[in-house]
């Protein structure tokens, strides 16, 4: 079975370290200390429908709680998926089907005007056979899809301007990513919804650090921006990771600033404050490295040590 990878110590078994307590009381989160015990008393071998099941929460509070660990790096970036994930391929729906399950069902009925509302146009078959799916295969409520439509028109309209919709099948694509995250309810996709506005208020701030202008980044960009938002790094931490890019390569480099921010997201630093306390702890370098760092003070010694011989 996959089970996660916690970053703790060969003899730790359930007694916590002094470190990972203070880690924990860092990061201030009581789900991501309650996922911690409940990975370490199983040494992480528990799969996400194990702990959705005894800490009854949803599949967002898990990723909530599991991005909490990642930051203060008592948990690995490696998240195992729902093992009961959907195929990416759906049922073939006769024109039929459809017609029954808008005939038979008020609720697929109304979504199905909803979404032609929101869209600006009349559902084709093929469309209305996508729909079906999203409902039937993949278990979305209907309330749940209207979100999923919204979300997908919002995100088009905020990178391209108005008027741009989705097709059926971009909303398709982006249902599948909300079943492999789990967000089958309500509760969960407004969840969701909720952190990505505040990771897109944080991309528009890290496009600013990083003299960007006002346009909207490339999706290979915006996909680092995102990445970073949610590792929880400040706009002035990324601006910092800029600097020394610029420093070292004098032009942006993703890739580059990427990993500077990986590696202080993987030691627990995120804010300025922590960065700077982070580079006064770097342990000091090894005497023999000192000493090849100052060659005219090993030269004074070999003189003293022959001088010596010689008496």
Known sequence: MEGYTIQLA??????????????????????????????????????????????????????????????????????????????????????EDVAAQLEG???????????????????????????????????????????LVNHCTDRLTARYGSGRRPTLRQIEKEGYAWARRGLLDLESANAYLMKYAESRTMVGQYMAVLRLGDRAPAPTEERYLLSWAEMGFPAESVELAYDKTMLKCKELRWGYLNKILLNW?????????????????????????????????????????LEDMRK
Not at 51 to 63: D, M, V
Not at 115 to 120: H, Q
Request: glycine residues 8%; negative net charge; contains cysteine.
């Open 10 to 95: 060969q003899e730790e078994n359930i007694v916590l370290s002094a470190d990972a307590v203070r880690r924990l009381i860092a990061a201030g989160s009581g789900d991501g200390a309650l996922l911690y015990l409940a990975l370490l008393e199983n040494r992480g071998a528990m799969s996400p429908e194990q702990l959705l099941g005894e800490l009854k929460w949803t599949a967002e509070r898990l990723h909530q709680a599991e991005t909490a660990l990642m930051r203060c790096g008592l948990l690995g970036s490696h998240r195992p998926a729902l093992t009961q994930e959907p195929s990416d391929e759906r049922p073939d729906y006769t024109r």
């Open 105 to 147: 069902d008020e609720k697929f009925r109304q979504l199905t005007g909803n979404v032609e509302a929101v869209l600006g146009k009349k559902l084709s078959t093929a469309d209305l056979n996508i729909l079906l799916g999203l409902y039937d295969y993949l278990g979305l409520p209907c309330e749940v899809i209207f979100l």
């Open 265 to 305: 997201h993987q030691k627990g630093l995120h804010t300025l404050q922590e960065i700077e306390e982070g580079d006064r702890r770097r342990p000091a370098k090894p005497a023999e490295e000192r000493s090849a760092a100052a060659p005219g003070k090993n030269v004074e010694r070999m003189k003293k040590y």
